[in-house]
């Protein structure tokens, strides 16, 4: 077999595929050849040690044993050498008791002899073929007499440790996911990142510890929440091993998904990791690694997936642990769950001093995550609330935008977002943005969504600039030393002669404070200002309940209004099959509750006693307005529903009449109407002196507050700026941005921040692309007028084609 490189062997074991096309899918072919190259390495691994484990088990099954005391007494004789001249043996975290192997099968029975050969694994060991769903497609190989082949084919293959050490075995290992996940392009996003996106966030995450990670006797821990098939903790160990050979790294993940939860440990057990720390299950509602904390964390989340499911789990986590769990600083919305997998990743940060008080490294994160989490939800949303705590405690480094078209199964914009909690000096209270959206080439065949590829002199780019923390303004990709095609737009076979400049690729890199992210929402009120007009058409439409119901009655009242006398006005039984096809037809918005209280006369006999009483108060009004130009007299308008509202109290006391709450407001309702040129509605009279900023005023002689308009009513981000108190920011804001347009305004003070109880509610979010954004100017007229008149002769051109 060569096996002069990795993606030489891996091309050799995938050429097993040749034997299964035409039986099988494309995308099946990862499922046949992942797990028997698994098999075969683990049969080659404890190669040197079978004997003696098969003595073992022989000797341990007669102690009638429970199994786990019978595993471990098994892999006391498991053992292998890992060099071509070992010096001393290592012990293996598996075995397996059969003293069979692929090259003893034999062609008779081998389907059977086969899964017998797979349950003498230990546990560990044949989970992982359960969950590859092995003995299916054994017995679909079986199927389609192709199974002797394949076995003969992974038999002669040499994956002992003499020929292919374990970091070797790691990468071929991965290669084969890599070549699985291109051929199923439909599925690939679901379980494997992009090994360009892996390469970048890796190094970004583990780049500030290079110094520590070249120290001999090393040990690190890594964690992916969402461990796919494990190419994250691969990468992480790759890069690791690259600049420190001796180091140790311990590798823990947990996955949903059975399949890539069984390729990732079978990735791990390959590399000789103890994959007791791999787990199945979902890590939001069950974390099965709930005491354990990591050096270096790193994680794919799928992008906008709701977590209505777990719903309850989550939620009861974040109401009684509060901060002693992982959801203590608020919840996002059901529809996307993102930052649920960023709070959990932050809750395992390894502490930054040990119990004994001795400092240690801290822990790192690097995830991706498209735009939601950057900016949805605004003040007091627990998207901004997770924001606020992540930005407030100084947890983020940096975030950097990737190019568009980049992951498998979608092409919209992502970002790496890298958080720590033991920041290096120069970066305390502080954030580093990259715009690395433009550093990209385009592949010569795509993979599903993903059609740009990340080179390694972008990720030397974006690595460098990151680790220099330094600040590029947006500068071309060609100074950089960066050529990047042009992208080709397709004109329909017709080239402008004046088209548009393509905008140019830039890279840039911004650094800001965390305080740059927040602002305090202010609640602007402005007051109510109403005129009113007590006219007839207004009293009239008492006669009808308020919208909804008020079109549908006055319908009906045309209809069979007209026939109703005394006793039996608001009758409707006798004809609700009519108003009812009348309803369907012309108000089918209605629900069954309020068509019920159409048709029931209490409705409109209520409505007709308020119009009655409405025309009685309008008698009132109009008497008491005689000689006079009484606020409210009949079809006068009166601009100050202040003067208004006491001829209406002189009224009801005239009349003796009374409306409950509900009448009141109908009634008022008819007969005012919103004016801007109206006098504003006095609330109430107070005794303090007047604060116009915060809504009490000298009007007339007295210090009162204005009823405020719903209406009008409207917010006003202040930035935070911890140069001044709270209190001047959000006046001189206020002084500078508001009253010079509504000189009426005021702050609703009653809104105000649970956590600081300042004035205004807290809020934070990172619009990255304003910050990034390039004007470009639009192109002049006379340009577009020569490119209209190219395609008006065009078009005129083939029309003469046709009619020819």
């Not at 140790?248 to 890539?260: D, H, K, T």
């Not at 909690?421 to 969504?449: T, Y």
């Not at 600040?471 to 004046?498: F, M």
Request: aromatic share 10%; glycine share 6%.
């Amino acid at each position: 077999m060569p096996n002069s490189n990795f993606t030489q062997t891996a091309a050799f074991i995938w050429s097993v595929a040749d034997l299964l096309r035409g039986d099988f899918k494309q995308s099946q072919y990862g499922r046949v050849i992942l797990p028997f190259t698994l098999l075969r390495r683990l049969e080659c691994v404890l190669e040197e040690s079978k004997d003696a484990v098969v003595a073992q088990a022989e000797k341990v099954k007669a102690m009638n044993l429970p199994e786990e005391a019978q595993e471990k007494m098994i892999l006391r004789a498991a053992f292998t050498f890992e060099t071509n001249t070992p010096k001393e043996k290592k012990g293996l975290s598996f075995f397996n008791t059969s003293p069979m192997d692929l090259g003893k099968i034999g062609q008779s029975d081998i389907k059977d002899n086969l899964e017998n050969y797979i349950q003498c694994f230990s546990a560990d060991a044949r989970e992982i073929f359960e969950h590859f769903k092995f003995d299916e497609f054994v017995g679909l190989l079986d199927d389609a007499n192709l199974l002797f082949k394949v076995v003969k084919k992974f038999a002669t293959t040499d994956l002992s440790p003499k020929a292919v050490s374990n970091h070797q075995m790691g990468l071929i290992f991965e290669e084969l996911i890599r070549r699985f996940a291109e051929s199923s392009n439909e599925t690939a996003g679901e379980h494997f990142t992009p090994r360009d996106i892996v390469r970048l966030t890796t190094s970004l995450v583990f780049m500030e510890d290079d110094q520590a990670l070249t120290q001999d006797g090393i040990i690190r821990t890594i964690y992916d929440p969402t461990a796919g098939t494990g190419g994250f903790l691969s990468s992480g160990m790759e890069y690791v091993h690259e600049l420190n050979p001796k180091a140790v790294m311990r590798a823990f993940g947990q996955e949903l998904n059975p399949e890539s939860y069984a390729i990732c440990k079978a990735d791990m057990l390959i590399k000789g990791q103890d994959v007791s720390r791999i787990k199945l299950g979902n890590t939001l509602s069950n974390d099965q690694l709930p005491a354990d904390q990591f050096d270096y964390m790193l994680s794919n989340p799928p992008f906008g997936v709701d977590w209505k499911k777990i719903e309850g789990e989550i939620k009861d986590e974040h109401t009684l642990k509060g901060f002693d769990g992982r959801f203590g600083a608020g919840l996002p919305r059901v529809s996307d769950g993102s930052l649920l997998f960023l709070m959990h990743l932050i809750s395992k940060m390894r502490d930054t001093h040990n119990v004994d008080g001795s400092v240690n490294d801290g822990g790192r994160i690097g995830i991706i995550l498209n735009g939601s989490p950057l900016f949805t939800g605004g003040a007091g949303s627990g998207e901004s609330e997770i924001r606020r705590y992540i930005l407030e405690a100084d947890l983020l480094e940096g975030i950097i935008a990737l190019p568009t078209d980049m992951f498998y199964n979608t092409g919209i914009a992502t970002y790496v977002w890298v958080l720590s909690n033991k920041k290096a000096a120069e970066r305390k209270d502080k954030v580093q943005l990259i715009d690395g959206s433009n550093l990209c080439g385009k592949m010569r065949k795509s993979l599903g969504s993903k059609r740009n590829l990340m080179s390694e002199d972008d990720i030397k780019l974006i690595t460098r600039t990151f680790g220099n923390f330094e600040v590029i303004d947006a500068t071309s990709l060609a100074d950089l030393g960066l050529n990047k095609p042009a992208e080709q737009k397709s004109n329909r076979g017709r080239q402008s002669s004046t088209s548009k400049t393509a905008a140019p690729k830039t890279f840039a890199s911004k650094i800001f404070n965390s305080t740059d992210f927040g602002y305090r929402r202010l609640t602007i009120e402005r007051p109510l200002r109403l005129s009113s007009q007590i006219t007839d058409a207004a009293i009239e439409s008492l006669r009808f309940a308020p919208k909804p119901l008020n079109a549908p009655m006055e319908r009906l009242y045309n209809v069979f209004g007209t026939v109703w006398n005394e006793t039996d006005y608001g009758y409707l039984a006798e004809v609700e099959t009519e108003v009812r096809k009348i309803i369907k037809a012309e108000f089918s918005e209605l629900k069954e509750k309020q068509i019920k209280d159409l048709l029931d006369s209490k409705l409109w006999l209520f409505q007709r006693s308020l119009m009655d009483k409405a025309q009685q108060l309008q008698t009132a009004v109009a008497a008491m307005s005689v000689g006079k130009e009484m606020a409210g007299g009949r079809n006068v308008v009166s601009n100050d529903f202040n003067q208004f509202d006491i001829t209406m109290k002189g009224a009801f006391k005239a009349t003796s009449i009374k409306f409950d709450t509900k009448e009141k407001k109908q009634f008022f309702d008819a007969v005012t109407f919103k004016n801007p040129e109206a006098e504003p509605v006095i609330k109430k009279v107070i005794k303090e002196a007047a604060q116009p900023l915060y809504g009490s005023f000298n009007y007339n002689g007295k210090v009162v507050e204005f009823q405020p308009d719903g209406d009008l009513r409207d917010n006003e981000n202040v930035p935070l700026d911890s140069s001044v108190t709270t209190t001047e920011s959000i006046e001189n804001y206020v002084k500078r941005e508001v009253l010079p347009h509504v000189s009426d305004a005021w702050i609703n003070a009653d809104k105000r921040d649970e956590k600081d109880g300042e004035i205004g509610i807290v809020g934070y979010d990172i619009p990255f692309n304003r910050h990034f954004y390039v004007y470009q100017p639009p192109r002049a007229l006379k340009a577009i007028d020569e490119d209209l008149a190219l395609v008006s002769d065009d078009i005129m051109s083939l029309l003469q084609e046709v009619r020819s």
